[in-house]
Nanobody, 123 residues
Framework: VQLQASGGGLLQTGGSTTLSCAAS????????MAWFREAPGREREFVAA????????ISGNSVKGRFTISRDNAQNTVYLEMNSLRPEDTAVYYC?????????????????WGQGTQVTVSS
């Protein structure tokens, strides 16, 4: 199984970008997908999750109203649209896959993880 995240980089405060995570080696529609992030010196934080169908999603409080998770099951890809970026959004962003009926905010229930992509927001 591979989860290949991309789309990070150096961005400005107030800017936007979209992260992608391409999955292979699994039956994508069987997995709920999520994004987490980890900033230097901080614990990994839940960002957003989406159900297997893509019809349901949740977001962490720190990104609610600014970030949107979505997925394309035909392309085996999950996205994270990031708007109104802030310096505190600076982190390595990881995508993760969880089998079963429900998504979760809890990182240790996810089965597979991508390698992460760096997002740096300058002030």
């Amino acid at each position: 199984v591979q989860l290949q995240a991309s789309g990070g980089g150096l961005l400005q405060t107030g800017g936007s970008t979209t992260l992608s995570c391409a999955a292979s080696g699994l039956t994508f529609i069987d997995y709920n997908m999520a994004w987490f992030r980890e900033a230097p010196g901080r614990e990994r934080e839940f960002v957003a999750a989406v159900s297997r169908s893509g019809k349901l999603s949740i977001s962490g409080n720190s990104v609610k109203g600014r970030f949107t998770i979505s997925r394309d099951n035909a392309q085996n890809t999950v996205y994270l649209e990031m708007n109104s970026l802030r310096p505190e959004d600076t982190a390595v962003y990881y995508c993760a896959a969880k089998s079963g009926s429900f998504y979760s905010r809890t990182e240790n229930v996810y089965d597979y993880w991508g390698q992460g992509t760096q997002v740096t927001v300058s002030s």
